[in-house]
Each structure stands twice: as C-alpha cells, then as structure tokens.
C-alpha cells in the first residue's frame, strides 16, 4: 500500500497508530489542527498543519501526495463536553468528516478506516456488546460516531466506498517505548487521573459514583491498550485492501474492571497509596461498557498483545512519570 493519510494524528490513539504504521513500513502523511493534538506527537511522519474541515488544504494534500487510504481520526471527544457545546460538536465531527470524504471522492481515495466508538450504544449495558447490540447514542459526541458511520454506510452502498469503523472501547496504555502517551488538556480519563493522583500532582482522586449496580458499586469498562488498538488500524487497513467488506467492528478485551479495581491495580503497579475521594455520578456515564470483539479477532486477525490490566497501566505509568521528568520544577527556596 502507498502513502496513508491519518487525520487526528498528533493525538493519542493517532500518534501511536502513526508510530506503528511507520514502524510497519508505510509510509503516513499527518493531517492535524493541534487543536487537541501534539506536535511532538506527529514526529514520526510527514506533517501537515490544518483542519479536516478545510476543502483547500484537503485538495492541495491530495494532490500534491499520492494518497492510498485514510485513516481518519481527527475529532472532538469529550462526552461532557458535546452535552454543553452540540453544536460544536456536529459541526467539527460531521462536517469534518464530510469534507474529508468529499476531498476523497474528489481525487478518487477509495479506502478508509474510521475513529468510531462504543458510545454508539445504548442500553441495556449487562453482559458483553456485539455489533448488533442496538445503537441509541447517548450524547451528541455519540451521535456523531453513529451520524458518520451512517454516512459511510450509505456512501458504501451507493458508491462502493471501502471502509471500517473501529468502535474503541476505553483506550488506555502509553507505548512501551514512552515516546508518546495520553496527554490530555485538561485531562478528564481515569488512567491517567490515577497516574497523576500516583505521582503527587493531584491531591486525591475523585471517584465518580460508588451507587452503581455492580459488585463494589463503582462503573466498569473495558480498558484496551492504545498499542492493540493501533495494531487494528493496520489490521483494517489489510482487510480493505484484500477486498474485506465494508462493516463496524468492537474493540475490547471484553473484560470489564470497575473503577475501583483500576486504583487498586495502579496502587499494585505505582507502590503508591493514591488517595481517593467518593464524589457523585458523573452525567452521562454509563454503569457498564464491555464489549465482545469476537469479529475482530474472527475477521480482521486481530489479537490483543497487551490485555493485562498491570501491562497497561505499567506503559502508562512510564509515560506519566517521564511527563512528569518534563514539567518545569518549582523554584528551590534561596539558601539562606
Ligand atoms: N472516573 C472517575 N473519576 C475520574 C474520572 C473517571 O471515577 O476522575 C470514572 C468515570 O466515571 C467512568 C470511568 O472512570 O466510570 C472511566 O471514565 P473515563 O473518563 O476514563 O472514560 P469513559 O468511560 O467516560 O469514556
């Protein structure tokens, strides 16, 4: 395959799919505004500064770089977010992606793995979700996955468009090299939260509701490292090109872990005590997401290296503290 153009990838799950696909040999052209992303981030390939949703660049990048496929990322998404700024969030996600298939159709790029998400789901949230589990969007950060994979759907249809949506589940993890990791501003996930907790750039961690129907009371997930879910872009991208059909896949481990089994398995990986504080349900968060990636495995090959909850959080602890190495220390009081 030529050159692959991923949109979003100075972001976290961009970055590390770049870093894998160069790795892998392609050769990656990085479409990114840097409005959430980081340019240290997008080292690792040819880089382009400008948003998705401008049919300029988009034509000047596909006509000056022989594009094979596209892997597109880049999105707004934060789910608190989408419920106070929908509109916003309609017109990044959706009109983003609607200019990139356009500038796509335009200059004849056929493939194209999307950035999708269980979020598409809705209830009920016992036991693991396929891909027919029904789809209800809860949020507008939600419904604009759904809207695009819509979209993608009826342009398959209609012009042959070959595409795979990847619904992630909760990505976690940091390379194991710590050349990039999950760096958020400001950061609202719960790994990186307890990381920070961990290193004493927090005071305490707020556990966001300890009233939910499950075994210790807190909200599970399902965590999966950055590093398997970068492996399922170049998957899906091999699958495309061998002719595989256009469709949504899960990607999870399908093991669900709570939120205070996250702690204690960090205070286990950290040998720190992280300090925790019971604070209401966060809005919009769902008791239960775990998911059942069967048909990856089945049909796209794709085998998780890293599904142990210790290895996840052990690249992510490198990461942060290497992160933390970085930060500018205070000054050291004068000797007197
Ligand atoms: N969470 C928490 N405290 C935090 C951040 C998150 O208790 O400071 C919980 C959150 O309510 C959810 C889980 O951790 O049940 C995972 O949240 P995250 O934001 O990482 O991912 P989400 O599942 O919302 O995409």
């Known amino acids: 395959m030529g050159k692959i153009l991923v949109t979003g990838g100075a972001g976290y799950i961009g970055a590390h799919t770049v870093k894998r696909l160069v790795q892998s040999g392609h050769e990656v052209v990085v ?7 980081h340019r ?8 382009v500064l400008g948003d998705v949703r401008d049919p300029v660049i988009l034509d000047s990048l596909f006509a000056s770089r022989a594009i094979d496929a596209v ?3 880049a999105a707004a998404s934060q789910v608190g977010e989408s419920v106070r700024d929908p509109l916003f969030y309609y017109q990044n996600n959706v009109s983003g992606a609607l200019a990139l298939l356009g500038a796509m159709r335009k200059h004849m790029v056929n493939t194209l793995v999307f950035s999708s998400s ?18 209800a969007p809860l949020s507008p950060y939600a419904a604009t996955k759904n809207m695009i994979e819509r979209i993608l759907e009826d342009m398959a249809r209609a012009s042959g468009l070959k595409y795979v949506a990847l619904r992630y589940f909760n990505a976690a993890g940091a390379d194991t090299d710590a050349e990039v990791g999950e760096r958020h501003l400001p950061e609202t ?8 907790t961990a290193l004493g750039q927090r005071e305490r961690l707020e556990i966001f509701g300890d009233d939910y129907p499950t075994p210790d009371g807190t909200a599970i997930r399902d965590y999966v490292h950055v590093l398997d879910l970068a492996d ?7 699958y495309l090109q061998k002719g595989g ?8 481990n399908g093991q669900g872990l709570s939120v ?3 702690i204690n398995a960090a205070r286990e990986v950290t040998g720190q005590p992280i300090p925790v504080h019971m604070a209401p349900r966060r809005a919009g968060d769902s008791t239960r997401l775990v998911g059942d990636a069967t048909l990856a495995r089945q049909t796209l090959g794709w085998a998780p290296n890293h599904a142990d909850i210790h290895d996840i959080l052990a690249t992510a602890w490198a990461w942060h503290q290497k992160e933390a190495a970085c930060l500018p220390q205070s000054p050291r009081p004068a000797a007197l």
């Open 232 to 238: 399922a872009h170049i998957s899906a991208l091999n």
């Open 260 to 262: 205070l089994q996250i």
């Open 31 to 37: 479409l990114d505004n840097l409005s959430t992303g």
């Open 118 to 135: 269980c979020a598409v789901y809705g209830p009920p949230f016992d036991g693991l979700l396929t891909e027919d589990h029904p789809i």
């Open 189 to 196: 996930h719960l790994i990186p939260l307890v990381l920070q």
């Open 245 to 252: 059909a256009p469709r949504a896949f899960n990607l999870g």
């Open 71 to 73: 892997i597109h990322f």
């Open 40 to 47: 240290d981030f997008a080292r690792f390939a040819d880089f």
